[in-house]
């Protein structure tokens, strides 16, 4: 059995709901019609997904929220100078996916 890249991702909705590939376009969508107010930033050498999430929502297992909301696949596709979204309520993205 294969590991997927959101099986260990942070369930929202009270345990219902996770991140998945749906969830994921929905969020990435929503950033662009403008219905999830968002922050940019440009990724610096070094910096990590999982460490912005941490400094923006308390937790790192929301990276895949930046991720989504970026158009970024995989964490590991955002290089040195990417321009980041990042939600900046978490609770518009729970209340968007649930």
């Known amino acids: 059995m294969s590991v997927g890249r959101y099986t260990?991702?942070?369930?929202?909705?009270r345990g219902q709901g996770f991140a998945n590939p749906r969830t994921?376009?929905?969020?990435?969508?929503a950033c662009?019609?403008?219905?999830?107010?968002f922050s940019t930033i440009a990724l610096r050498g070094g910096q990590r997904l999982d460490v912005l999430a941490h400094e923006t929502y308390g937790d790192a297992s929301f990276w895949w929220v930046i991720a989504a909301a970026s158009g970024?696949?995989?964490?590991?596709?955002?290089?040195?100078?990417?321009?980041?979204?990042i939600p900046n309520n978490l609770s518009d993205v729970i209340r968007l996916v649930s």
Request: glycine fraction near 12%; avoid cysteine.
């Open 32 to 37: 662009e019609a403008g219905v999830i107010p």
């Open 72 to 85: 970024i696949g995989y964490a590991m596709q955002a290089s040195h100078g990417a321009i980041i979204r």
């Open 24 to 29: 994921s376009s929905k969020i990435f969508r």
């Open 8 to 13: 260990f991702g942070k369930r929202i909705n």
